[in-house]
């Protein structure tokens, strides 16, 4: 199924892990689609249209079974389909945070393990809600969470 010109909703929802562990990771439910198209229409398309370069996110929806299997929190917006983590071929991650920041309409965007000298380390986390977008921007360096982007 097609979510914009560019991403299907197998690649929002694949999981090397899901894969290993046998872990259905489709979600059934309309509103959880209708969540990853609007992320696919106004985060991946635009980063996309913008760079030219394909990319698959490196983590999209996350089921319940598959969210407990890597320990992340229920309240993850990966559960509901509102984020997708990403890193962009031939780009910086903060590179690519920095236009996010200034160019997209989001509800949480945080530079993720990135090291300052090190363009290809962390990813970007990045998600969008249909109403009520927060533009949160956060730094997560494994052990805290720090207001603004790397440098």
Same mark, same amino acid.
């Given at each position: 199924?097609?979510?914009?010109?560019?991403?299907?909703?197998?690649?929002?929802?694949?999981?090397?892990?899901?894969?290993?562990?046998?872990?259905?990771?489709?979600?059934?439910?309309?509103?959880?689609?209708?969540?990853?198209?609007?992320?696919?229409?106004?985060?991946?398309?635009?980063?996309?249209?913008?760079?030219?370069?394909?990319?698959?996110?490196?983590?999209? $929806?996350?089921?319940?079974?598959?969210? /407990?299997? +890597?320990?992340?929190? *229920?309240?993850? !917006?990966?559960?509901? #389909?509102? @984020?997708?983590?990403?890193?962009?071929?031939?780009?910086?991650?903060?590179?690519?945070?920095?236009?996010?920041?200034?160019?997209?309409?989001?509800?949480?965007?945080?530079?993720?393990?990135?090291?300052?000298?090190?363009?290809?380390?962390?990813?970007?986390?990045?998600? $969008?809600?249909?109403?009520?977008?927060? /533009?949160? +921007?956060?730094?997560? *360096?494994?052990? !805290?969470?720090?207001? #603004?982007? @790397?440098?």
């Amino acid at each position: 199924m097609k979510l914009s010109e560019n991403f299907t909703l197998e690649e929002l929802c694949k999981s090397s892990t899901a894969t290993r562990l046998g872990i259905n990771n489709i979600p059934e439910e309309d509103e959880i689609i209708e969540n990853l198209k609007y992320v696919a229409e106004n985060i991946l398309q635009p980063i996309r249209e913008k760079f030219g370069v394909p990319f698959t996110p490196n983590s999209g $929806y996350r089921s319940s079974e598959l969210n /407990k299997a +890597i320990g992340s929190s *229920d309240k993850s !917006q990966h559960r509901k #389909g509102e @984020a997708v983590d990403i890193e962009v071929p031939t780009l910086d991650n903060s590179v690519l945070a920095h236009w996010i920041a200034v160019n997209l309409e989001f509800d949480q965007l945080i530079l993720e393990y990135y090291k300052i000298g090190e363009p290809k380390s962390g990813w970007v986390h990045v998600s $969008y809600k249909k109403e009520g977008n927060r /533009k949160e +921007i956060l730094t997560f *360096d494994g052990k !805290q969470y720090a207001l #603004g982007l @790397a440098t």
